[in-house]
């Protein structure tokens, strides 16, 4: 699985050498890596999720099961 790391040295660098100032090369560095540190999913927030649908889908099987149960038995009640 390949890996995506943000170097913010290596943005601030690029900006700087696209000509923009050294202040703001490196205030917008520090901007975007705190961006894309605050928004990025972790392994453990994917592995919560992927328990929380499971659930939720057995949770919907069980109540698919119960009604459709349900529905056979009052079927055969008035046939």
């Known amino acids: ?6 170097n913010a040295i290596t943005y601030a660098n690029k900006l700087k050498e696209a ?3 050294t202040r703001i090369a490196d205030v917008q560095a ?9 928004t990025l999913a972790t392994k453990d927030d994917l592995n919560n999720l ?3 649908i499971l659930f939720k889908v057995g949770a919907m099987m069980v109540v698919q ?8 038995g009052f079927m055969m009640k008035h046939v």
């Open 65 to 72: 099961s119960g009604l459709l149960l349900t529905v056979i």
């Open 1 to 6: 699985m390949a890996t995506t790391t943000f």
């Open 30 to 38: 520090e901007e975007m890596s705190e961006f894309i540190n605050s």
């Open 50 to 52: 992927k328990i929380e």
């Open 19 to 21: 000509g923009l100032q």
